[in-house]
């Protein structure tokens, strides 16, 4: 018995969910010449600072994440002994 697909097997709907993504980022980002925060911080107040504070979170936490792999990470066999 074969498994039907589903609608996120197939690339091209994959894709056009990425570019979905990023327009609306893109357009988040835009939004920010707009809108006008009560900012605690000076450096708060510069155009795009939350996305850019984001991506730089997101990214170090995958890079903090592979290197705590190697230290919490069993051997194959572990459960099998």
Known sequence: MTE???W???FRNVKKLV???AAICGVL???????HRHSEHPWEGFF???AIYGF???VVLVLVAKEMRRIVMRKEEYYDE
């Open 4 to 6: 039907k697909p589903r």
């Open 8 to 10: 996120l097997d197939d």
């Open 19 to 21: 570019r979905g993504f």
């Open 29 to 35: 980002f835009l939004a920010d010449l707009f809108y």
């Open 48 to 50: 795009g600072f939350y």
């Open 56 to 58: 730089v979170a997101c």
